[in-house]
C-alpha cells in the first residue's frame, strides 16, 4: 500500500468481560488483536451487538480492558489519547451549543485561540458541505447534516486517528449511500487514519481499503480482507460483487 | 395562560386550520371571558353582599390604587408580595442550585446531604408555618424562611434530578474532545445540559413562592395582597377579598411569562428538545 505500511496504532490482546445482575460472566470482547496503518482506511465490518462498540471504547481510551493494551506510534496509551478522535454512531452533538460551537469544542478545551479554532472549524464545515449552517441548533438539522457535524467536529480536533461508530447507522437508505460517497471524498482530501465500524458489507466494501471481519459475540478476528479497486467503487462491477459474496459467505449470521 | 398558548401553537403546527376556524379560534378566549363576566354580573344581582358585581370590584380596585391601605396602596402591596418572593427565591437559587449539582454529582454529599433532603422533601411547605412563626415570630424574617423552604425544594430536587438525567454519552464525547477534568466537564458538559430541567425547577418555585407568600401573609402580615385577602374578610369587605385575588391571579400570571421569556433566552435550544 502507498502508505508504506507503516504501523499506527497496534491493538494488543484486548478483553472484556462484563457481570451481569446475577453474577454471570458475559465475556464481549476476547483477545482481539491487529494493527492499523498509517493513513488508511480500515473498516471492521461485523454482526450487530457482537461488542464492537466496547473494543472503540478500548481503543479510544473511553473504557479500560480487562487484559490487553492499545499503542499508537509504539507508545503504549492509557485514557484519552489526544491523537484519537471519535465519530459517535449516537452523534452526542452538544444540543446547547451551535454548529459552529459544536466543531469548535475540541480545539477550544485545548485552549487554541478563537480566531484560529473558528477558522478551522469553517473549513471543515466547508468539508462537509455545511457552510451557512454554523449558527444553527443540532434540532434545527436533518439526521444527515447532524452526523456531518460529528465528523466536521472530529476532524477539527486534529485527530490524526478517526474513529466511526456506526456514524451512517441511524441514516435513511438515500442519505446513508451519499454519505458513504462523501466519506470517501473527505479522506482523499484529508489524509487520516480511521478506524471505520459497520455492520453493513456493501458499505464496507465501498469506503475501506482493508475490511477487519468479526465473528459474533465474543467479537474475535475472523478474517481480513485488503480491498484494492480505486475509490470511488462502483457497486456493481464484478470485481465488487466477488468480494461482496466472499464476505457474506464467510459470515456467521446475516449482517 | 402561557402554557395554553404553546399547546394551542403545538396544534396549529399539526392540523392546518382553514382561515375561517382560526379567527373563530382567536376570538374564542374573549368570548368565553365575556360570557364568565356576564355570568358574574347576573349572579351579583341576588346577593350583591356576598358576591359583588365586577364594577364593585373595579371601583374597590381604583380607590386602593389611590387610598392607602395599612400603609400602602394596591400597587405597594403587590409590590411588597413580590419583594419577599424575590429575596426569598434569591437565597433558594444561590443554595439551592450548586445543593442539588453536588448531590447529583458527588456520591457522598448525596449518600449525607441527599438523603437529609429526602426525609425533609415530602413535608408540604404550608406545612412549616406554624413552627416557623413559633421560632421566628412574625416579622419579615419568617415569611422569607416560609417562601424560602417553598421554593427550595423544587430548586435541589430538579438540579440533581438534571445531573443523574444526563446522557452519560455527553460525558463520552467531552472527554473524548479535551474536556479532561471534572471542573472542565462540569463547566462545559453537565451544567449547559442540565440548564433547562433547572431552570424549570426555578419556574416551579417562583409559582410556589408566589403561592407560599400568600399564605405567610393571610396568617400574619400588616403588608401584602394575603394581608388585603384577609383584612377583607375581617371587615367583611368583600370588593376588597376579590381585588386581591384578581391581584394575584394577574401577577401570578405575569411572573409564569417572565420565567418563560427568561428561560427562552437562557436556553434558545430548548425549544426544538421539550415542548412542555
Known amino acids: ?255 | 395562560m402561557a402554557k395554553l398558548e404553546n399547546q394551542v401553537e403545538h396544534a396549529g403546527d399539526v392540523r392546518q386550520d382553514s382561515t375561517v376556524k382560526k379567527a373563530v379560534n382567536a376570538i374564542l378566549p374573549f368570548v368565553s371571558i365575556i360570557i364568565l363576566v356576564l355570568i358574574w354580573f347576573i349572579a351579583s344581582g341576588y346577593n350583591s353582599r356576598i358576591l359583588p358585581s365586577p364594577v364593585a370590584v373595579i371601583q374597590r380596585i381604583g380607590k386602593l390604587l389611590v387610598t392607602p391601605l395599612s400603609g400602602s396602596t394596591l400597587f405597594g402591596h403587590a409590590g411588597i408580595s413580590l419583594l419577599r418572593v424575590f429575596i426569598s427565591l434569591f437565597f433558594a437559587l444561590l443554595l439551592g442550585i450548586p445543593m442539588g449539582i453536588l448531590i447529583g454529582w458527588n456520591r457522598t454529599f448525596s449518600a449525607t446531604v441527599g438523603t437529609i433532603f429526602e426525609l425533609i422533601r415530602p413535608i408540604p411547605s404550608l406545612a412549616w408555618i406554624p413552627l416557623i412563626i413559633v421560632w421566628f415570630g412574625i416579622g419579615e424574617l419568617p415569611k422569607i424562611i416560609m417562601v424560602f423552604m417553598a421554593a427550595l425544594m423544587p430548586v435541589v430536587v430538579n438540579s440533581y434530578t438534571a445531573i443523574k438525567l444526563l446522557p452519560p454519552l455527553y460525558l463520552d464525547v467531552g472527554r473524548m474532545f479535551n474536556a479532561s477534568t471534572d471542573g472542565e466537564l462540569l463547566r462545559n458538559v453537565v451544567l449547559p445540559a442540565s440548564l433547562p430541567t433547572i431552570f424549570a425547577g426555578v419556574r416551579n418555585a417562583t409559582s410556589v413562592g408566589w403561592m407560599v407568600v400568600l399564605a405567610a401573609e393571610m396568617l400574619a402580615a400588616k403588608s401584602g395582597l394575603g394581608f388585603l385577602i384577609n383584612r377583607g374578610m375581617e371587615s367583611f369587605d368583600v370588593p376588597l377579598i376579590m381585588t386581591g385575588m384578581v391581584l394575584i391571579g394577574v401577577v401570578g400570571a405575569l411572573l409564569a411569562l417572565a420565567t418563560n421569556l427568561i428561560e427562552r433566552r437562557l436556553c434558545p435550544w430548548n425549544r426544538g428538545i421539550v415542548s412542555e
Open chain 1, 1 to 255: 500500500m502507498e502508505q508504506g505500511n507503516r504501523v499506527r496504532v497496534s491493538i494488543n490482546n484486548l478483553s472484556k468481560t462484563f457481570y451481569s445482575n446475577a453474577g454471570e460472566a458475559i465475556n464481549v470482547v476476547n483477545g482481539i488483536s491487529f494493527d492499523v496503518y498509517n493513513n488508511e482506511f480500515l473498516v471492521i465490518l461485523g454482526p450487530g451487538r457482537c461488542g464492537k462498540t466496547i473494543l472503540l471504547n478500548m481503543i479510544t481510551g473511553l473504557q479500560k480492558p480487562d487484559s490487553g493494551e492499545v499503542s499508537i506510534d509504539g507508545r503504549v496509551v492509557t485514557g484519552v489519547a489526544p491523537e484519537m478522535g471519535m465519530v459517535f454512531q449516537k452523534l452526542g452533538l452538544m444540543p446547547w451549543l451551535t454548529i459552529m460551537e459544536n466543531v469548535e469544542f475540541g480545539p477550544k478545551m485545548r485552549g487554541v485561540s478563537k480566531k484560529e479554532r473558528r477558522e478551522k472549524a469553517a473549513h471543515f464545515l466547508d468539508l462537509v458541505g455545511l457552510t451557512g449552517f454554523e449558527n444553527h441548533y443540532p434540532y434545527q438539522l436533518s439526521g444527515g447534516m447532524k452526523q456531518r457535524v460529528g465528523i466536521a467536529r472530529a476532524y477539527a480536533n486534529d485527530a490524526q486517528i478517526l474513529v466511526m461508530d456506526e456514524p451512517f447507522g441511524q441514516l435513511d437508505a438515500q442519505t446513508r449511500y451519499n454519505m458513504q460517497m462523501e466519506i470517501v471524498s473527505i479522506a482523499e482530501k484529508e489524509r487520516r487514519t480511521i478506524i471505520f465500524v459497520t455492520n453493513n458489507i456493501e458499505e464496507a466494501i465501498k469506503v475501506g481499503d482493508r475490511i477487519i471481519l468479526f465473528t459474533k459475540c465474543p467479537a474475535q478476528v475472523k478474517e481480513i480482507y485488503p480491498i484494492l479497486m480505486p475509490k470511488p467503487r462502483d457497486e456493481i462491477s464484478r470485481e465488487f460483487l466477488n468480494i461482496r459474496s466472499e464476505i457474506s459467505d464467510n459470515t456467521d449470521l446475516a449482517l
